[in-house]
Protein backbone atom coordinates (compact mmCIF):
# COMPACT_ATOMS: atom_id res chain seq x y z
CA UNK A 1 0.00 0.00 0.00
CA UNK A 2 1.12 3.23 -0.48
CA UNK A 3 1.94 5.88 1.99
CA UNK A 4 -0.68 8.07 0.57
CA UNK A 5 -3.38 5.61 0.33
CA UNK A 6 -2.48 4.58 4.13
CA UNK A 7 -2.66 8.43 5.15
CA UNK A 8 -6.29 8.56 3.55
CA UNK A 9 -7.40 5.77 5.28
CA UNK A 10 -5.85 7.41 8.61
CA UNK A 11 -7.87 10.19 7.33
CA UNK A 12 -11.05 8.78 6.90
CA UNK A 13 -11.22 7.41 10.37
CA UNK A 14 -10.39 10.58 11.92
CA UNK A 15 -13.01 12.22 10.35
CA UNK A 16 -15.60 9.51 10.77
CA UNK A 17 -14.23 9.17 14.74
CA UNK A 18 -14.66 12.80 15.17
CA UNK A 19 -18.41 12.96 13.31
CA UNK A 20 -19.02 10.66 16.57
CA UNK A 21 -17.55 13.29 18.64
CA UNK A 22 -19.89 15.74 17.60
CA UNK A 23 -23.09 14.92 19.38
CA UNK A 24 -20.93 15.31 22.75
CA UNK A 25 -20.28 19.08 21.14
CA UNK A 26 -23.64 19.29 20.19
CA UNK A 27 -25.24 18.48 23.51
CA UNK A 28 -22.70 20.29 26.06
CA UNK A 29 -23.55 19.53 29.98
CA UNK A 30 -24.81 22.98 30.34
CA UNK A 31 -26.82 23.68 33.47
CA UNK A 32 -28.72 20.89 34.10
CA UNK A 33 -25.48 18.88 34.71
CA UNK A 34 -24.22 21.44 36.58
CA UNK A 35 -27.14 20.74 39.05
CA UNK A 36 -26.96 17.58 39.28
CA UNK A 37 -25.26 15.48 42.47
CA UNK A 38 -22.21 14.15 41.36
CA UNK A 39 -20.29 11.24 42.55
CA UNK A 40 -17.17 10.87 44.51
CA UNK A 41 -14.09 10.91 41.66
CA UNK A 42 -16.00 12.96 39.31
CA UNK A 43 -12.85 14.67 37.65
CA UNK A 44 -13.85 18.49 36.80
CA UNK A 45 -14.86 19.31 33.60
CA UNK A 46 -11.68 19.95 31.81
CA UNK A 47 -10.40 16.93 32.42
CA UNK A 48 -13.83 15.53 29.99
CA UNK A 49 -12.43 17.38 27.00
CA UNK A 50 -8.63 16.34 27.15
CA UNK A 51 -9.52 12.94 28.10
CA UNK A 52 -11.85 12.55 24.59
CA UNK A 53 -9.64 14.08 22.29
CA UNK A 54 -6.46 11.34 23.15
CA UNK A 55 -9.53 8.56 22.97
CA UNK A 56 -10.77 9.68 20.06
CA UNK A 57 -7.27 10.06 18.29
CA UNK A 58 -6.20 6.60 20.13
CA UNK A 59 -9.66 5.12 18.57
CA UNK A 60 -9.02 6.57 14.67
CA UNK A 61 -5.08 5.00 15.11
CA UNK A 62 -6.73 1.95 16.11
CA UNK A 63 -9.16 1.60 12.87
CA UNK A 64 -6.31 2.84 10.91
CA UNK A 65 -3.97 0.00 11.58
CA UNK A 66 -6.45 -2.66 11.92
CA UNK A 67 -7.71 -1.74 8.16
CA UNK A 68 -3.93 -1.97 7.00
CA UNK A 69 -3.68 -5.30 9.03
CA UNK A 70 -6.77 -7.00 8.15
CA UNK A 71 -6.97 -9.03 4.79
CA UNK A 72 -9.31 -7.50 2.38
CA UNK A 73 -12.01 -9.76 2.36
CA UNK A 74 -12.20 -9.72 6.28
CA UNK A 75 -12.26 -6.34 6.81
CA UNK A 76 -15.71 -5.61 7.11
CA UNK A 77 -15.76 -8.87 9.75
CA UNK A 78 -13.31 -7.16 11.48
CA UNK A 79 -14.40 -3.33 11.31
CA UNK A 80 -18.03 -3.28 11.28
CA UNK A 81 -18.14 -3.19 15.47
CA UNK A 82 -15.81 -0.50 15.70
CA UNK A 83 -18.68 1.27 13.53
CA UNK A 84 -21.12 0.24 15.43
CA UNK A 85 -19.11 1.51 18.63
CA UNK A 86 -18.89 4.84 17.94
CA UNK A 87 -22.95 5.23 16.96
CA UNK A 88 -22.87 4.02 20.48
CA UNK A 89 -20.03 6.24 21.78
CA UNK A 90 -22.43 9.67 19.71
CA UNK A 91 -25.99 8.43 21.11
CA UNK A 92 -24.77 8.26 24.83
CA UNK A 93 -24.11 11.94 24.52
CA UNK A 94 -27.45 12.18 23.08
CA UNK A 95 -29.40 10.06 25.75
CA UNK A 96 -27.57 11.78 28.59
CA UNK A 97 -27.41 16.01 28.23
CA UNK A 98 -29.66 16.17 25.66
CA UNK A 99 -32.34 14.10 26.83
CA UNK A 100 -31.84 13.73 30.85
CA UNK A 101 -31.92 10.37 30.19
CA UNK A 102 -29.27 8.78 32.81
CA UNK A 103 -31.26 5.42 32.16
CA UNK A 104 -31.05 5.51 28.50
CA UNK A 105 -27.72 6.50 28.94
CA UNK A 106 -26.70 3.70 30.63
CA UNK A 107 -28.24 0.88 28.48
CA UNK A 108 -26.33 2.25 26.04
CA UNK A 109 -23.04 2.56 27.83
CA UNK A 110 -23.97 -1.17 28.58
CA UNK A 111 -24.22 -1.73 24.67
CA UNK A 112 -21.15 0.50 24.14
CA UNK A 113 -19.20 -1.48 26.36
CA UNK A 114 -19.86 -4.62 24.81
CA UNK A 115 -19.12 -3.09 21.36
CA UNK A 116 -15.80 -1.48 22.78
CA UNK A 117 -14.76 -5.74 24.04
CA UNK A 118 -15.77 -6.96 20.95
CA UNK A 119 -13.78 -4.55 18.73
CA UNK A 120 -10.96 -5.52 20.76
CA UNK A 121 -11.30 -8.61 20.09
CA UNK A 122 -11.27 -8.80 16.22
CA UNK A 123 -8.47 -5.88 16.34
CA UNK A 124 -6.67 -8.18 18.46
CA UNK A 125 -6.87 -10.87 15.59
CA UNK A 126 -5.18 -9.14 12.64
CA UNK A 127 -2.60 -6.12 15.10
CA UNK A 128 -1.90 -6.59 18.81
CA UNK A 129 -1.46 -2.50 19.13
CA UNK A 130 -4.57 -1.79 17.10
CA UNK A 131 -6.37 -3.63 19.85
CA UNK A 132 -4.23 -1.85 22.90
CA UNK A 133 -4.67 1.89 21.65
CA UNK A 134 -8.57 0.62 22.73
CA UNK A 135 -7.64 -0.45 26.69
CA UNK A 136 -7.80 3.27 27.55
CA UNK A 137 -11.14 3.84 25.89
CA UNK A 138 -12.72 1.04 27.58
CA UNK A 139 -11.10 1.71 31.04
CA UNK A 140 -12.34 5.31 30.37
CA UNK A 141 -15.80 4.04 29.23
CA UNK A 142 -15.61 1.80 32.21
CA UNK A 143 -15.12 4.75 34.51
CA UNK A 144 -18.19 6.90 32.63
CA UNK A 145 -20.62 3.92 33.89
CA UNK A 146 -19.74 4.27 37.23
CA UNK A 147 -20.22 8.00 36.45
CA UNK A 148 -23.53 7.25 34.89
CA UNK A 149 -24.55 4.97 37.45
CA UNK A 150 -23.95 7.29 40.86
CA UNK A 151 -25.34 10.21 38.94
CA UNK A 152 -28.67 8.62 38.23
CA UNK A 153 -28.64 7.10 41.70
CA UNK A 154 -27.81 10.17 43.72
CA UNK A 155 -30.45 12.01 41.74
CA UNK A 156 -33.17 9.58 42.63
CA UNK A 157 -32.62 7.55 39.46
Same mark, same amino acid.
Given at each position: M????????????? #????? +?????????? %????? @? *? =???P??P?N?????A???????M???????????P??????????? #?A??A +?????????? %?L??? @? *? =?LL??????????L?????????????????????????????N????????G
Amino acid at each position: MTPTRSLMIFLGWL #VLVML +AALSGIATPP %GEWYA @G *L =AKPPLTPPNLAFPIAWSTLYLLMALAAWRATLAAPPAARWHILWPF #VAQLA +ANALWSILFF %GLHGM @G *L =ALLDLLLLWGLIVLTIRRFAGVSHLAAWLLVPYLAWVSFAAYLNVATWWFNGG
